[in-house]
């Protein structure tokens, strides 16, 4: 499964971002696609999931209310909604895909690249 993010950026204190996560060779169907950052000087964390279908979603207690994952099953891709982004959130931010993703996975059979997300106050 090939995966590219995009969408990163510089963005002030609550501004909004949108991520994107595409799959070029389109295998992503069957899959869940999550959404992981990794700040600086932290560890790689969950932030959002959704299922294979798009009817269940998961995020980290740290993002709900701010972001919103979704999926087009039919164009293979995945986005997520950043709003009322924080500086906190600034991180290097990643798509994965596997056949389940949650709040506890802490990887993922397939990452694509990571896109930046940096958050000015």
């Known amino acids: 499964v090939q995966l590219q993010a995009s969408g990163g950026g510089l963005v002030q204190a609550g501004g909004s971002l949108t991520l994107s996560c595409a799959n070029p060779?389109?295998?992503?169907?069957?899959?869940?696609v999550g959404w992981f950052r990794q700040g600086p000087g932290k560890v790689r964390e969950f932030v959002a999931s959704i299922n294979w279908n798009g009817d269940t979603a998961y995020y980290a207690n740290s993002v709900k209310g701010r972001f919103t994952v979704s999926r087009d099953v039919a164009k293979n891709t995945a986005s997520l909604q950043m709003n009322n982004l924080k500086r906190e959130d600034t991180a290097v931010y990643f798509c994965?895909?596997?056949?389940?993703?949650?709040?506890?996975?802490?990887?993922?059979?397939?990452w694509g690249q990571g896109t930046q997300v940096t958050v000015s106050s």
């Open positions: 060779t389109r295998t992503l169907s069957s899959k869940a």
């Open positions: 994965a895909a596997d056949t389940n993703l949650g709040p506890f996975s802490v990887g993922a059979d397939h």
